[in-house]
């Protein structure tokens, strides 16, 4: 499958925490940092999203915003 | 200025391409990979954007999708 | 390749309208109605988006809103 | 009330999941298939959706991601 | 209609800057300051967006970034 | 920091309503009305929201739906 979003980030999942609904899973990048996603916890479930798992971080160019010091 | 997005992710400006009201600047992260923003044209002018420049991609966990193969 | 994001409508490309930097897609889904996507340029080049082409329309969940009369 | 959004999707209520914050909507499109929205608790509350009731899906452009297989 | 997002605020159009497919409208609010939004050429047509129109900024909460300094 | 969203709503936290792993966060504007944002538990305690305290709403153009009667 090829998206149209710009942005794929690839990396490991280091924490999957659950709420009630939602859950944030954080990604290490490949290149070193962290990216942090909100999804369903259905999301979580069905990708079967664990610690160690490789994963990508999928971010459409509309909703990045740019910040310059 | 603290902000409540969780993802920010440092590099530097490879790219700007303005548009008739959208402009695309593409960021070269710290750790390598490219992250490409959709802005408006007048965030550009206003933040003095440039091909050089320091700059940080944020983005907020809400506005993350995360994939596995 | 699977992704978190809960929604994915299937359907067929009925137009494909370029901008300067950003393009309107409409997906003509399977069970009736259109569904307008705003991309960029690059990624209707990317995946050779064109009309009659099958492509299917994503959407995260925490970007839908609901209403009623 | 009119709205800029592009995609309006008509359907019924299938599904209603309350979290702590946040509650998980499905509405089942007339055309077929489900559209899962992420709102508010109050927003459940406020708009009173129950299962079996009429919902549209509303969503704009710039958050619907394009895929080809 | 009544939708869930949470954030509606009042005021009227100050200026409609249309693109190649993406137009910027600006909305002075009731209470002063002003609010940019990004949306299709067609929606500013089929809403008959204009200068001095009465119009209302809708965004979800979950599109909102807390800033503190 | 400068950031390319161009809305920037200032006001003061009225509320603070702490979920699972997601928080609702109400601010009083300056020139009256609340906006509500949704932003992560972790987001609250980083930046030390509380009742009562300076906070800014910041609103990309691209998130912001125009509606009219």
Chains 1, 2, 3, 4, 5, 6 share one sequence.
């Not at 925490?17 to 944030?24: L, N, P, R, V």
């Not at 996603?37 to 459409?60: C, F, P, Q, R, Y």
């Amino acid at each position: 499958m090829k998206i149209s979003a710009r942005n794929a980030l690839e990396g490991t999942i280091k924490e999957v925490h659950m709420g009630a609904t939602t859950a944030h899973v954080e990604i290490e990048l490949k290149g070193g940092g962290i990216v942090t996603a909100s999804i369903t916890n259905e999301a979580v479930e069905d990708l079967g999203l664990a610690v160690g798992k490789k994963a990508t971080a999928i971010i459409k160019s509309s909703d990045v915003i740019v910040a310059v010091d």
